[in-house]
């Protein structure tokens, strides 16, 4: 890896500073405790029983033998707890006709997905739980599954009969009825140039190192839950609100949590049933699941058909764009399933000025493990969806694709800019960016390389790929998230005590993850304070330590968390300042703050003034207080920010592509992001390597695959391809900075950049290489078979000389799917098969 830029290493600033990670001492050594490494006197061990078919009646249960097994406490069915499970909750209604079925923490009398819970066993031992769930005998009465997304959205199958159809919910956004721009309809029908694609976002499975693992413990004055969860405070909420107990009851702690990426942004069957369980036995209850579980039943992310109409001028000036999505919910809805589509709704216009825009959107119901937010949650649809199109405007113009892009594009100078769908931009650079990432890349010999190849019909040939993104990040605004009707606020909570050694205690709603909370905060408040950053202490994840918060999703900790850290933290200076001035005898409005200070303005650079420190400790003492100062130095503060942030960047990727074998070789990658100011860049690297491999991974390696009986085939690591170090090669990296107006810090968010920026830069390149066989799409992951089948089916046309005469339209409603009868691949493989060198 590399990275490019000249990173400020000295002088007393922590914000921008390379700081190692305060939690990699325990986290690298693994001297932590995970949720499954929680041992309670007399704890029990739960195993579920999981459906083993897609949709089926279940028309008995027989857990005698499981019951009377070894070690066996409790066995209980949906049909024992009924009453007590409530149903897991959906907290984002989009319409207000939106169907959903009671989901169940275990199936009552149907199931409706291969791997929902249908009995738990409670043993003294995990091992004696495991064996007595293989105990229990269901039968089943198969009923016909709704498994592919186009036909269950014709209703030919219902996943739920019992609702008449598979269609939960249609969203619409029109800008000419919103009154964000005109009809896009008479763009298409006035249109020089109108380009439609249909694209394919295959489900993918979250993956996250850390299986889920939850363990309840009933004191007997309340119920205390450590779950690997993303959102503690949701989570209680919800427990409270689906459970009926007593919210002030429940205490739900997050431990060090082993990544998410979204997967762990739920309320889980199995957090209710473990609760269940715990509730019925009066036992502390443990479940953990084995990773063959998580593939099966953890939510899966993604899963869309994506058309999009793009009308254009002959010139290339885009004058609209329609985008008609369907939306695989899977059998439930998840905590915000039916969101996902519409965050990507605001960002198909992505970096692109263009006067009209129609989006609808039909979420439909399969029998399948349900979805919900995954790494990024719609925008990278969004983004893949548009960077794919505007390649193929440009090749329908002839013209390059870097060059239609920078045509189309918001110029600097029109910050703040509003979109056309209402959202305002308030900073951004795309051309410092673009021009960036060339110089990196080495654009201009990098297209001429691939000529130079294709002219000598090299075995292995050249493809550019260009990706140039911005997204809506900071989750926040909780006006707009009301407008949407999402069931909850956007704000963030921090406080910051002063303890009477000096030390400081910083106490955040934002639940980390792996994303390096406790060394940014500390940071932020060291410069704020201006205290060592050694003397910060970060505390998080324990909804009894830090009562309020809406947790971690959407690269939002920082945007709005950060605020309210620095928040919390001018108000403790300001609470500080009457007692710095009674003990300086000085006036309230004569004193100054600087470096952890007080000083009296004029009074000379040889002053004394007084620390924070000194004053904690007086507080503490409380022997001498201004009349009427309480004896504190702590101050809590909730931030609500008034605009999401827009990070932004443009992301280069050449291929190389056998000809002969369909293998794929990334040859480099370059990618400049803005992502406005920078608190940790080491932290902020290790962000984008990542977010660059998963999105990579999408684009060449992962899929969830189901068979025609609704049972997932992909169901472990030998299936579901993962990449190892190995597989990737060396980014090259840098910046470009317009800082964000939406909070001091100026930070716009990057947990989730890298990720929706790199899935169409790689399939851009992939088909940028081939397109002179004739090669019009490559639904992902682009396999090696996939690219030689494409390769096979395009080469009965002769090779051009150029990519502008490769394609042509796709027919109405004809999908880029696999063509039926595809020619065998020569490695004879699996749509699983490798990846790239």
């Not at 694709?401 to 769908?421: D, L």
């Not at 000389?801 to 065998?824: C, I, L, V």
Request: with cysteine.
């Amino acid at each position: 890896m590399t990275a490019v830029d000249d990173r400020p290493q000295t002088g007393t600033q922590e914000v921008g500073r390379d700081r190692r990670r305060k939690e990699d001492q325990r986290l690298i050594t693994g001297r932590t405790r995970w949720t499954d490494n929680l041992v309670l006197p007399g704890m029990l061990h739960l195993a579920m029983v999981r459906s083993p078919v897609a949709h089926a009646r279940i028309t008995g249960i027989d857990a005698t033998a499981a019951r009377q097994a070894p070690g066996v406490i409790a066995v209980l069915t949906g049909e024992d707890v009924k009453d007590l499970q409530g149903s897991l909750p959906c907290a984002w209604p989009i319409t207000e006709d939106q169907k959903a079925p009671p989901h169940p923490a275990i199936a009552v009398d149907r199931v409706a997905f291969s791997g929902e819970v249908v009995a738990v066993v409670a043993a003294r031992s995990s091992a004696a739980a495991r064996d007595a769930a293989e105990l229990v005998d269901v039968d089943y009465e198969d009923l016909p599954a709704a498994l592919d997304l186009r036909a269950a959205a014709q209703d030919e199958t219902l996943a739920h009969p019992d609702l008449g159809t598979n269609r939960s919910a249609t969203w619409v956004f029109d800008s000419a009825e919103a009154g964000t721009g005109s009809s896009v309809d008479d763009a298409i029908a006035e249109a020089d140039v109108v380009v439609e694609r249909e694209f394919r976002q295959q489900r993918l499975i979250p993956a996250f190192m850390e299986p889920r693992s939850t363990v309840v413990d009933p004191t007997g004055e309340q119920f205390v839950m450590w779950s690997a969860t993303q959102v503690p405070h949701i989570l209680r909420l919800m427990l409270a609100m689906t459970l009926g107990v007593d919210e002030g009851k429940v205490r739900v702690i997050a431990p060090d949590v082993g990544g998410g990426f979204g997967g762990k942004l739920q309320v889980t069957p199995e957090e209710i049933i473990t609760f269940l369980v715990a509730r019925h036995t009066g036992k502390p209850c443990k479940w953990t699941e084995t990773r063959s579980e998580s593939l099966l039943s953890a939510h899966h992310g993604r899963d869309q058909w994506q058309k999009l109409t793009l009308a254009a001028k002959a010139d290339g000036t885009v004058t609209g764009l329609k985008v008609e999505l369907l939306a695989d919910m899977g059998a439930y809805l998840g905590l915000v399933t039916p969101g996902v589509p519409i965050l990507g709704a605001f960002m198909y216009n992505s970096i692109y000025k263009f006067p009209a825009y129609h989006f609808s959107c039909t979420n439909v119901f399969t029998n399948k493990t349900w979805t919900d937010a995954y790494r990024g949650a719609g925008r990278p649809e969004a983004t893949f969806a548009i960077e794919r199109i505007m390649d193929e405007l440009a090749l329908e113009l002839g013209r390059d694709p870097m060059e239609v892009r920078e045509q189309n594009w918001i110029t600097h100078e029109e910050f703040p800019f509003t979109t056309v769908c209402g959202l305002e931009y308030d900073s951004g650079n795309y051309e410092a960016a673009t021009e960036r990432a060339k110089e990196l890349f080495g654009y201009d010999e990098l297209r001429a390389e691939q000529q130079r190849r294709r002219e000598s019909g090299d075995r292995v040939q050249l493809g550019l790929g260009i990706s140039t993104f911005t997204e809506m990040c900071g989750l926040a605004p909780s006006r707009v998230l009301g407008s949407l009707n999402y069931g909850a606020g956007g704000w963030e909570h921090a406080s910051v005590r002063m303890l009477p050694t000096g030390k400081v205690e910083v106490i955040t709603g934002s639940s980390a993850h792996g994303q390096g909370h406790e060394t940014a905060w500390s940071q932020i408040v060291a410069d704020q304070l201006g205290v060592p950053f050694e003397d910060v202490e970060v505390l998080h994840g324990d909804t009894q330590i830090s009562h309020k918060g809406l947790d971690t999703y959407g690269s939002r900790s920082l945007v709005v968390g950060g605020q309210a850290v620095i928040n919390a933290a001018k108000k403790v200076i300001e609470k500080a300042k009457p007692l710095a001035a009674y003990q300086l005898e000085a006036n309230v409005d004569d004193l100054e703050f600087s470096d952890g200070k007080f000083t009296v303005k004029g009074a000379g650079a040889d002053q004394e003034g007084i620390g924070l420190a000194g004053l904690a400790l007086a507080v503490f003492t409380a022997h001498d207080l201004p009349e009427g100062m309480e004896p504190s130095l702590d101050a809590d503060a909730t931030f609500d920010p008034v605009n999401f942030s827009f990070p932004h960047g443009t992301h280069l990727c050449a291929m190389e592509i056998d000809t002969e074998t369909g293998a794929s070789t990334m040859r480099s990658y370059v990618c400049v992001d803005d992502i406005g100011n920078v608190v940790n860049p080491l932290i902020v690297e290790g962000q984008v390597h990542g977010g660059l491999v998963q999105g990579i991974s999408q684009a060449l390696w992962e899929e969830a695959v189901y068979d025609d009986q609704g049972t997932l085939v992909s169901g472990s690591f030998v299936d579901y391809t993962l990449p190892t170090t190995a597989d990737t090669i060396t980014f090259v990296t840098d910046r470009t900075t317009s800082p964000a107006t939406s909070n001091d810090l100026g930070v716009k968010g990057v947990g989730e950049a890298g990720c929706i920026a790199s899935t169409p830069a790689v399939v851009n390149a992939v088909l940028d290489a081939i397109r002179q066989f004739g090669v019009e799409d490559i639904v992902m992951p682009c396999t090696p078979e996939r690219v030689w089948r494409a390769i096979q089916d395009g080469t009965a046309g002769a090779m051009s000389e150029t990519a502008g005469a490769a394609a042509g339209h796709f027919a109405e409603g004809e999908p880029n799917q696999d063509p039926p009868g595809a020619a065998a691949s020569p490695v004879g493989g699996t749509t699983q098969e490798g990846g790239q060198a």
